[in-house]
């Protein structure tokens, strides 16, 4: 597997680039609720949802402007080798159809899921459209934390893409229930119901044009 390697070089290029491509792209970005307050004294994992190319680049923005620590990324290998530079900012690889790298992984994402870290997985596995009545929701994020021995907390969080009355679409955010992370391995159903929860509610609150605030306008 591809461990990250954070560069602080490569982070800082990075992050104000990643900034203006947002910016140039969308017209807004959304928040529909207040992000939880993070406990710092504990491991973080971010579950969001999966439908675009960009989404790797949302959760990025949002942690970087707010939760601000370690961010470790997972990726299909086959995806971080063709795009090597994410390793420098924090994104590590999985292979799914091979066994020894799917262990590999495991053990290292328990290794990272610290307070100074925050994990970001997406549950779904695979890019799927967007639609809150097929969300598909894989067991590997019971396998990727079921060694880990402190305690941690997960928090799902839904984008939509969505276009108004711009040119240029606008990204929609919602933050689901901050979970304790003992949810994944002792009741793995009620996490996928808060996921698939926050999903519908995202849809309805940015059909609604429901916000709270516009993070693009914040310093």
């Known amino acids: 597997m591809l461990k990250a390697q954070h560069n602080f070089l490569a982070q800082k290029i990075f992050y104000p680039y990643l900034e203006r491509l947002l910016k140039k792209n969308f017209s807004h970005f959304y928040f529909t609720n207040e992000l939880p307050q993070i406990d710092k004294n504990l491991g973080l994992i971010i579950t969001p949802n999966h ?72 549950p779904q596995g695979n890019i799927e459209p967007f639609d809150p009545e097929q969300i598909n929701i894989k067991k590997g994020l019971q396998l990727f934390t079921k060694k880990t021995k402190d305690n941690f907390m997960v928090l799902p969080v839904a984008f939509k893409i969505q276009f108004y009355e711009e040119k240029k679409p606008a990204i929609i955010t919602r933050f689901g229930n901050y979970l304790d992370g003992k949810i994944i391995n002792e009741n793995y159903e ?30």
């Open 51 to 122: 439908f675009s190319w960009w989404d790797g680049f949302f959760i990025g923005y949002v942690e970087r402007k707010f939760i601000k620590r370690k961010i470790h990324i997972m990726m299909l290998e086959e995806q971080l080798r063709k795009y090597w530079f994410f390793q420098k900012v924090g994104a590590y690889s999985i292979n799914p159809n091979n066994s020894k790298s799917i262990i590999e992984t495991s053990n290292y994402t328990s290794q990272l899921i610290t307070n100074e870290n925050v994990v970001v997985i997406y």
């Open 190 to 219: 009620l996490y996928i119901n808060e996921f698939i929860k926050n999903v519908s509610l995202l849809n309805e609150l940015s059909n609604k044009k429901l916000f709270i605030k516009n993070i693009f306008e914040e310093n």
